[in-house]
């Protein structure tokens, strides 16, 4: 069974840039997570979808962060403008089941 | 207070060492806990669930107790392969299916 895809894996860019990142679930999971992950703490979840609706993104800073679930599959993430403290790795993760949730392996952002 | 605390860590252990990590959450009214395991550089992973009886999974053994609002896990016979970071996942009455993980501990087995 095919795990979680996200790309790119890296990303460095310069702030007040732009950014998007990529997740595709594993097939057949309806809902889908959004985690941030600053280096030395756990993963912070940013937003949580089931299907193409958001069932809470009450962590995720919406004055520039910005997510979509179109179809019910794929998931974009986009960060504009980037500010520094943004720089680190993006989880994406996915579930059948309310307690299992499997992790893509991230996109590495460092903002400068 | 944070919701989900973890002892700071590392931890650098001779192989066979018998290690045990501690946890603590604010919210005692959360229902569900876990332990995953992070690789450097890598995905978290499920390591274990965490039941109110305790449960053993070969040299992992998990504990919670409700009263002081903490879980536990220890590592028996530790493997150099064990070295990793250490999650605490705690899911909150309030929160729904919703995740809390905690800073992490960092095990080093050393040969």
């Known amino acids: 069974e095919a795990g979680v895809a996200q790309s790119p894996r890296y990303k460095i860019i310069e702030k007040r840039q732009s950014v998007a990142f990529w997740c595709n679930p594993i097939?057949?999971?309806?809902?889908l997570y959004w985690y941030q992950q600053i280096l030395g703490q756990g993963p912070k979840l940013l937003i949580q979808?089931?299907?193409?609706?958001?069932?809470?993104d009450s962590q995720l800073p919406k004055d520039r962060f910005s997510a979509e679930r179109l179809k019910g599959v794929d998931s974009t993430l986009k960060i504009q403008p980037a500010k520094l403290e943004d720089s680190a790795v993006y989880l994406c993760?996915?579930?059948?089941?309310?307690?299992?949730?499997?992790f893509g392996p991230g996109t590495r952002l460092t903002v400068t | 207070r944070k919701e989900v605390e973890q002892d700071p860590g590392p931890f650098n252990v001779p192989e066979g060492a018998t290690v045990a990590f501690n946890c603590t959450y604010s919210?005692?009214?959360?229902?569900?806990f876990f332990w995953y395991r992070q690789d450097c550089r890598k995905e978290p992973k499920l390591l274990m669930s965490?039941?109110?009886s305790g449960n053993e999974d070969g040299r992992f053994t998990a504990q919670l107790n409700r009263a002081s609002q903490y879980i536990s896990l220890l590592i028996r016979d530790s493997k150099l392969s064990d070295s990793a970071t250490y999650l605490c996942?705690?899911?909150?009455?309030?929160?729904?299916?919703?995740?809390?993980f905690g800073p992490g501990t960092r095990l080093s087995v050393l040969p």
């Open positions: 996942v705690v899911i909150p009455v309030n929160y729904g299916q919703n995740f809390v």
């Open positions: 097939s057949g999971h309806a809902t």
């Open positions: 993760a996915s579930s059948i089941r309310p307690y299992e949730q499997y």
């Open positions: 919210n005692s009214a959360s229902q569900s």
């Open positions: 965490v039941y109110s």
């Open positions: 979808f089931q299907n193409n609706g958001v069932v809470d």
